[in-house]
């Protein structure tokens, strides 16, 4: 019973989140499409620095017992702070994820565009609307290489978890088909463009994060203590909040950029575990590196021509 009850916890419940930016504060054209990928590596610090606190004070513990000749005992306390640590890393593991992403711009304005994202564990939908813009005219005065502007957007992204339970499925114990788990990011993206070489841009962001769990196997955990004795409760849903920033660049020209960034914040996650509030969250980091690529000029608009110089024969056409 409660092996199968652990299995279950470790492979529904993921905090986990791809947390990457890859996109500044100003919009694509109308008719402009970007075409993204991108790998990023998600690292717990806070409960890995937690983990080896424990290792360390615990490897003291038991020197000092060897030393006197006293058996060693771990205090409930510690063993309870132990399993939460262990919980932790296990529902949100470091590791690499994968993602591609397509954008679209969608107003004459130049202040709106939308994307989609495939990750290694979700699918998500953004839009991204432009509040502030300023720098030179974006017009055909000077080519995009020369252009240098600022601005401020507003974003909001859905996300749809695509995880599901191999494990439990394969020990035929109980199957999960009501699993799931939604995130709702909203971002404000500031960027600085320096033509269209070099560009700066960071993001503050808020993640909201609900796991729902198949109530079949809430409810078979519900009696598994009478079985094992063990208090294996499991709860019908699980919220969890990001409070964070990605800062990064873009270096390229034209229609190629390479993105770098990094992305660092706090989570929290307190769900009702094995009879007691958890501890989940911690601090997170998130570096990623990708490459951005896109057409120079907006589908049914005419590639800008050298400008003409005054008096020639083209200036008066």
Known sequence: MRLPLLLALLTTTGCAS?????????????????????TGAFAPVGQLGALIDQG?????????????????????????????????????????SNELMVRAGLLD??????????????????????LVHGGDPEDDSLPDYRRKSYDL??????????????????????????????DLEVPIYL????????????????????TSLDSRLVDYSNSGQDVSGFDVRLPAQVSSHFVGASVGFALGFRYVHLFA??????????????????DLGGAILYPAVGLAI????????????????????ESFL
């Open 191 to 210: 960027s600085l463009d320096l033509g269209d070489i070099f560009k700066l841009y960071g993001a503050p962001k808020y993640i909201y994060s609900s």
């Open 109 to 130: 304005s130049n202040s709106l565009d939308v994307g989609l994202r495939l990750s290694s564990t979700s699918l998500r939908f953004d839009g991204k609307l432009r």
């Open 153 to 182: 957007a507003l974003g909001v992204g859905l996300s749809r978890h695509l995880f599901k339970s191999p494990v439990l499925d394969a020990l035929e114990i109980v199957q999960i088909d009501e699993f799931s788990r939604w």
């Open 261 to 278: 960034e990094i992305t660092a914040g706090y989570s929290s996650c307190r769900p009702v575990l094995f009879g007691q509030e958890r």
């Open 18 to 38: 791809t947390l990457s930016t890859m996109q500044t504060a100003k919009p694509l054209a109308r008719g402009q499409f970007q075409v993204s990928g991108a």
């Open 56 to 96: 360390i004070a615990q490897g003291k513990a038991i020197k000092r017992a060897v030393e006197s000749g006293e058996p060693y005992q771990l205090p409930e306390s510690e063993a309870q702070r132990l399993l939460g640590v262990g919980l932790a890393l296990a529902v949100a593991p470091p590791g690499a």
């Open 294 to 313: 896109k057409n120079p000029f907006p589908l049914g608009s005419r590639t800008p021509s050298a400008p003409q110089s005054p008096g020639s024969p």
